[in-house]
Each structure stands twice: as structure tokens, then as C-alpha cells.
């Protein structure tokens, strides 16, 4: 199991969830991928890109500067 880390900061919608899909065929079973964001609607579409493509979004973190840290289990 590997943690991988995708910073997409900077970027608005739909751009995350590109980011997040292009890196997702290099996940292995079991592999998390720590996604950070600042996006007004960040939590809300990777909540829905995980449920649409079956994965597990395992947390999601406050930074307190406006950004998150989302964590998803492949």
C-alpha cells in the first residue's frame, strides 16, 4: 500500500477531478491518494468522482488557510 500525494491547489473545477482521474490507473488496490485543494467545490465533486467510480474517501482535513486534504482508497 502506497500514499500518494496530488496537489491541486490553484486549480478550479473541473480541473481537480482531471487531475484525480489521469492519476487513478496508477493506483494499485488498497493505495491511498492524498488529494489537497482549494476549490469552492472540491469535497463536493471528489465525494461524487469516489462514489461514481467506487472508491473510498476516507477523510477529509481542514488546514485552516482554505485548503483541504481529502484521502481516497483505491
Known sequence: MAVIQLD??????PQPIL???TKSPDMLKGDIL???GDC????????IWCQRMQKV????KDDGN???K???QF
Do not use: Y
Open 34 to 36: 492524498e488529494v489537497i
Open 57 to 60: 474517501c476516507l477523510s477529509v
Open 19 to 21: 487531475k484525480i482521474a
Open 40 to 47: 469552492p467545490t472540491f469535497e463536493k465533486d471528489v465525494r
Open 8 to 13: 491541486t491547489a490553484g486549480l478550479k473545477c
Open 66 to 68: 482554505g485548503k483541504l
Open 70 to 72: 481529502i484521502q481516497i
